[in-house]
Nanobody, 123 residues
Framework: QVQLVESGGGLVQAGGSLRLSCAASGRTFSSDNMGWFRQAPGKEREFVAGISRSGGLTGYTDSVKGRFTISRDNAKNTVYLQMNSLRPEDTAAYYC????????????????WGQGTQVTVSS
């Protein structure tokens, strides 16, 4: 059974930083694409960032390019999202995702989802 457990969310002031982590279990982690989506209240879930199996390829939605960095540690079965220069519009529940193909844009369709971690950015 695949499990994805997110951590690292919280409340931060605008301009601050947070690092999200997602620990995966139940699969050979290095065989799967990974990434992050987010969903703000009243809005649809949107793609944020994705990373290939080896970590050599990444993709980001335009609004976070230059501010967010996705990375993974296959030895620890963990994917990270470093979020800098946070803005109030980044406030959302952030979901870890695993599987699927080409995790580089909003067309990515993961197979598994985590439960989410809340990020709140105050102005």
């Amino acid at each position: 059974q695949v499990q994805l457990v997110e951590s690292g969310g919280g409340l931060v002031q605008a301009g601050g930083s947070l690092r999200l982590s997602c620990a995966a279990s139940g699969r050979t982690f290095s065989s799967d694409n990974m990434g992050w989506f987010r969903q703000a209240p009243g809005k649809e879930r949107e793609f944020v960032a994705g990373i290939s199996r080896s970590g050599g390829l990444t993709g980001y939605t335009d609004s976070v390019k230059g501010r967010f960095t996705i990375s993974r540690d296959n030895a620890k079965n963990t994917v990270y999202l470093q979020m800098n220069s946070l803005r109030p519009e980044d406030t959302a529940a952030y979901y870890c995702a695993l599987g699927g193909r080409a995790p580089y844009s909003s067309s990515w369709a993961p197979d598994y989802w985590g439960q989410g971690t809340q990020v709140t950015v105050s102005s």
